[in-house]
């Protein structure tokens, strides 16, 4: 089909994008190189707005948070995640999580119906010469792509930010010392009687015990064969009235070693 506008990466930004602009009657082609025989390092599928990271959408508090607040007004304006997450809500006290997979069930099947969007699974190599375009491919986006958006911006206006989560098995907590809460007692109607977490206490020797099991234990191992920046810090000199700027960079070789460089 004929296309209005192109949008290139389905995860969240560039499914909302593509459900906003066909609900007033734009003709969509949202690109997604999974399902093409393409896989990123962090996803399991290909589905659209599938989460790698966090299952959360944080607080949905929108009388008391700003985060809330941001959910409400995205529901205002008929949010596409707002209202797949509802669909795909699971207990999270004051906070909005979901089930990953209903989640992105979800948004596939609303975008898919949509007869103002085309899903098309393809890789794209280059920023487009000409046309509308919304590029929403985030830090996973393909290594040919990638150098097309620096090549077009420049590295410095590029950046990611991300934490790791450790995971706990469930049937590795004491539940005779733990107990289940939710937090500040806040409740939603997708609560659980209890609550929501689990809250394990600790004293400071129990706590530096976990901590270096963590460290200890069981890792993702960075990629080799490339250098992996993990984060810049910027730092601003106004020492005379001006402002200088300069980039440490923190990264990895290719053994997995941690270098700095500025």
């Known amino acids: 089909m004929a296309y209005d506008v192109h949008i290139i990466g389905g995860g969240l930004a560039g499914s909302e994008a593509a459900w906003q602009l066909a609900q007033r009657g734009v003709q969509v082609r949202l690109s997604e190189m999974r399902g093409s025989g393409e896989m990123t ?7 659209l707005a599938e989460l790698v990271c966090s299952n959360s959408f944080r607080s949905d508090d929108d009388e008391n948070n700003a985060v809330g607040l941001l959910h409400h007004e995205m529901r205002q304006m008929d949010s596409l995640v707002m209202r797949a997450g509802e669909v795909a809500r699971v207990p999270a006290g004051s906070a909005m ?111 530096l015990t976990f901590h270096q ?25 106004r020492s005379d009235g001006r402002t200088r700027r300069r980039y440490t960079s923190i990264w990895t070789d290719e053994a997995g070693r941690l270098g700095q460089s500025q």
């Open 41 to 47: 390092p962090a996803h399991q599928t290909d589905g």
């Open 97 to 207: 999580a979901v089930d990953r997979d209903v989640f992105s069930a979800e948004v596939e099947k609303a975008l898919s119906d949509h007869p103002n969007v085309e899903i098309v699974r393809e890789r794209i190599d280059q920023l487009p010469g000409a046309g509308l375009t919304i590029i929403a491919t985030g830090p996973l986006t393909a290594q040919s792509l990638a150098q097309s958006i620096v090549a077009a911006t420049g590295e410095e206006r590029l950046a990611f930010f991300d934490a790791i989560a450790p995971i706990v098995h469930r049937d590795s907590i004491d539940m005779d010392v733990a107990w289940i809460q939710s937090r500040w007692n806040k409740r939603t109607e997708a609560s659980n009687a209890e609550g929501d977490y689990i809250n394990c206490p600790m004293t400071k020797e129990q706590y």
């Open 213 to 237: 099991a963590l460290i200890d234990g069981e890792k993702t191992e960075f990629r080799v064969g490339t250098r992996h920046t993990l984060f810049r810090r910027l730092h601003a000199d």
